[in-house]
């Protein structure tokens, strides 16, 4: 009875793919464990047709899932081995009928399936059990394929479907119709197999009806949001086209009335100069006068003041009249800009991202790579005063003297750190070059912190940047504030890959050949920008944006 226990126990530690006690036991996300190595071979395999899945169970899984060492399943099994018990199922007997399916050592067998025609020991018959086309074959107990008295191979008695051999046929089976085992045996075969096939074309016409389904949802779905997104716009277009009307209106108003009272002022002067030329002329025959007299008793009158005193004050104002106008239209264009720009970084993807949609395989080749290749630059208004931009804002140097930069909410004011304009929300590649001691290539939410040497500010000291900090000493990437040494070839190009939607970003070493030094599997909540942390020796440190040439 305690052989038994032990037989049991023995056998719950053993691996469903090797058969044999676990070695290094990891457990996979559905509860099931196995060798590392048994597991790692078999999902290699199954890589080739685009899926991961438990070997028992059959559950998939959308990425391979991490494995992880199981200590307690380590412990017992090592605990076994100490034990130095080797109870394990005996030899089959001469009687006895050796597993079909057992490969090196067989087992006893305990079934025989009539339809496959196969022996199965304990084990191996639990995955028989668990294939869905075998679950209805008819078992019985094991019989041997070659029959010991005869020594023939057996037939199939097609009267009461058992099977037997010639001479225990004749004397066992008189007068029923028999067929050859090996005729038999290939008839079933075909008729499992395009059991097989049928249940596949059922499956597979199951998964085209759900697709065409999912086409026309995605197609009713598309249809009513351009329809939404349009009539949205031409809500807006009307808005800006009222708004404008309104303002040229004011504008023409305001214009006429500023007209017409300088024209008033302008007739008042007209008549002012026409009364003075009067006066004038007047005063002239005064002057050439030889009447003395006249021109005692004249002059009282005609040196009086003459015209409204009003006049005399008029002022011209400065020629800027409508540009306040201009300037405030301008502003309110930029803002819309901005506006427009952020939320088109939300509408993109939530436009892309079509779940149901199987994710695109990681591009292996540089030249796969540089088909998402996208061009990067840098905004100026998040750059530190010590950064200095070049090259069409593509490449950045670490300077003493502060840039006379504007006062910007986006600016960074602690840390030598510069964002991207470019907003980031779908499959992308981009290459930098760096140069001098310390540059850290990153990418972060447009959300992290801008103000101060906090760690909510520095790239890869918070949950809404990864960093990969490269130096002469090495590369060491930072995410949340956690550290991972990453060893490399040391190059001075630093390749970036990112698929937004499936969570991924990889880090790359580029010299002849390309090296994977990272790569990350998470859930990017928000857009991403591309950004850059400039250190080591004022003016000697830089970084650069590549293109392509």
């Given at each position: 009875?305690?052989?038994?226990?032990?037989?049991?126990?023995?056998?719950?530690?053993?691996?469903?793919?090797?058969?044999?006690?676990?070695?290094?036991?990891?457990?996979?996300?559905?509860?099931?464990?196995?060798?590392?190595?048994?597991?790692?071979?078999?999902?290699?395999?199954?890589?080739?047709?685009?899926?991961?899945?438990?070997?028992?169970?059959?559950?998939?899984?959308?990425?391979?899932?991490?494995?992880?060492?199981?200590?307690?399943?380590?412990?017992?099994?090592?605990?076994?081995?100490?034990?130095?018990?080797?109870?394990?199922?005996?030899?089959?007997?001469?009687?006895?009928?050796?597993?079909?399916?057992?490969?090196?050592?067989?087992?006893?067998?305990?079934?025989?399936?009539?339809?496959?025609?196969?022996?199965?020991?304990?084990?191996?018959?639990?995955?028989?059990?668990?294939?869905?086309?075998?679950?209805?074959?008819?078992?019985?107990?094991?019989?041997?394929?070659?029959?010991?008295?005869?020594?023939?191979?057996?037939?199939?008695?097609?009267?009461?479907?058992?099977?037997?051999?010639?001479?225990?046929?004749?004397?066992?089976?008189?007068?029923?119709?028999?067929?050859?085992?090996?005729?038999?045996?290939?008839?079933?075969?075909?008729?499992?197999?395009?059991?097989?096939?049928?249940?596949?074309?059922?499956?597979?016409?199951?998964?085209?009806?759900?697709?065409?389904?999912?086409?026309?949802?995605?197609?009713?779905?598309?249809?009513?949001?351009?329809?939404?997104?349009?009539?949205?716009?031409?809500?807006?277009?009307?808005?800006?086209?009222?708004?404008?009307?309104?303002?040229?209106?004011?504008?023409?108003?305001?214009?006429?009335?500023?007209?017409?009272?300088?024209?008033?002022?302008?007739?008042?002067?007209?008549?002012?100069?026409?009364?003075l030329r009067g006066k004038d002329a007047e005063l002239e025959q005064l002057l050439n006068t030889e009447d003395h007299n006249q021109?005692?008793?004249?002059?009282?009158?005609?040196?009086?003041?003459?015209?409204?005193?009003?006049?005399?004050?008029?002022?011209?104002?400065?020629?800027?009249?409508?540009?306040?106008?201009?300037?405030?239209?301008?502003?309110?264009?930029?803002?819309?800009?901005?506006?427009?720009?952020?939320?088109?970084?939300?509408?993109?993807?939530?436009?892309?991202?079509?779940?149901?949609?199987?994710?695109?395989?990681?591009?292996?080749?540089?030249?796969?790579?540089?088909?998402?290749?996208?061009?990067?630059?840098?905004?100026?208004?998040?750059?530190?005063?010590?950064?200095?931009?070049?090259?069409?804002?593509?490449?950045?140097?670490?300077?003493?003297?502060?840039?006379?930069?504007?006062?910007?909410?986006?600016?960074?004011?602690?840390?030598?750190?510069?964002?991207?304009?470019?907003r980031l929300t779908s499959r992308c590649y981009w290459e930098v070059e760096c140069r001098g001691r310390e540059v850290s290539v990153?990418?972060?939410?447009?959300?992290?912190?801008?103000?101060?040497?906090?760690?909510?500010?520095?790239?890869?000291?918070?949950?809404?940047?990864?960093?990969?900090?490269?130096?002469?000493?090495?590369?060491?990437?930072?995410?949340?504030?956690?550290?991972?040494?990453?060893?490399?070839?040391?190059?001075?190009?630093?390749?970036?890959?990112?698929?937004?939607?499936?969570?991924?970003?990889?880090?790359?070493?580029?010299?002849?050949?390309?090296?994977?030094?990272?790569?990350?599997?998470?859930?990017?909540?928000?857009?991403?920008?591309?950004?850059?942390?400039?250190?080591?020796?004022?003016?000697?440190?830089?970084?650069?944006?590549?293109?392509?040439?």
């Amino acid at each position: 009875m305690a052989q038994k226990a032990v037989q049991l126990d023995r056998e719950a530690f053993c691996c469903s793919i090797c058969l044999d006690l676990l070695k290094d036991p990891v457990t996979i996300p559905c509860g099931h464990s196995y060798c590392k190595n048994c597991i790692k071979v078999y999902w290699n395999e199954e890589f080739q047709k685009g899926i991961h899945s438990c070997p028992q169970c059959r559950k998939t899984f959308r990425q391979k899932p991490v494995l992880t060492k199981n200590t307690m399943l380590t412990f017992l099994v090592e605990h076994l081995k100490k034990t130095n018990v080797q109870a394990v199922p005996a030899d089959p007997g001469p009687e006895d009928v050796a597993c079909d399916v057992c490969t090196g050592r067989k087992l006893k067998a305990i079934k025989t399936c009539l339809v496959c025609l196969t022996s199965y020991c304990k084990k191996h018959l639990q995955s028989h059990f668990d294939s869905a086309l075998s679950k209805k074959h008819k078992l019985v107990e094991p019989f041997k394929k070659i029959c010991s008295h005869h020594d023939e191979a057996m037939k199939m008695c097609c009267n009461n479907q058992k099977c037997t051999y010639h001479l225990c046929f004749v004397d066992e089976h008189a007068g029923h119709d028999a067929v050859s085992a090996a005729a038999e045996i290939t008839e079933r075969q075909l008729t499992v197999r395009r059991e097989e096939i049928q249940q596949r074309i059922k499956e597979r016409e199951n998964d085209a009806k759900l697709l065409q389904g999912q086409v026309e949802a995605i197609n009713r779905s598309g249809e009513k949001a351009v329809e939404e997104s349009e009539n949205i716009f031409t809500e807006l277009i009307h808005l800006v086209q009222k708004r404008s009307s309104d303002v040229k209106q004011q504008i023409c108003s305001q214009q006429e009335s500023e007209v017409s009272r300088v024209k008033e002022l302008q007739e008042k002067l007209e008549q002012e100069i026409t009364e003075l030329r009067g006066k004038d002329a007047e005063l002239e025959q005064l002057l050439n006068t030889e009447d003395h007299n006249q021109l005692l008793h004249s002059y009282p009158s005609l040196s009086a003041s003459t015209g409204p005193p009003h006049l005399s004050n008029i002022k011209v104002r400065p020629l800027r009249y409508f540009e306040d106008v201009s300037a405030a239209v301008l502003e309110l264009r930029n803002k819309l800009q901005n506006i427009l720009a952020d939320h088109w970084t939300i509408i993109s993807p939530a436009a892309t991202d079509l779940d149901g949609l199987p994710s695109q395989p990681d591009p292996k080749s540089r030249a796969d790579f540089l088909k998402y290749f996208c061009k990067i630059t840098l905004d100026p208004n998040t750059a530190h005063p010590q950064l200095l931009l070049s090259e069409g804002n593509r490449k950045v140097n670490v300077v003493k003297k502060h840039q006379s930069y504007s006062d910007h909410p986006d600016r960074f004011t602690g840390w030598c750190q510069v964002l991207s304009r470019e907003r980031l929300t779908s499959r992308c590649y981009w290459e930098v070059e760096c140069r001098g001691r310390e540059v850290s290539v990153a990418v972060a939410y447009k959300s992290i912190s801008r103000a101060g040497k906090g760690n909510e500010c520095v790239f890869g000291r918070n949950d809404k940047s990864w960093t990969l900090f490269c130096s002469p000493n090495g590369y060491k990437f930072w995410h949340n504030n956690i550290k991972t040494c990453i060893s490399g070839p040391q190059s001075s190009r630093v390749g970036v890959y990112l698929d937004h939607r499936a969570g991924v970003l990889c880090f790359y070493s580029l010299s002849e050949s390309m090296t994977l030094l990272h790569r990350v599997q998470t859930t990017f909540a928000q857009p991403l920008c591309a950004g850059l942390w400039i250190g080591g020796l004022l003016d000697l440190s830089s970084a650069e944006f590549c293109t392509l040439r």
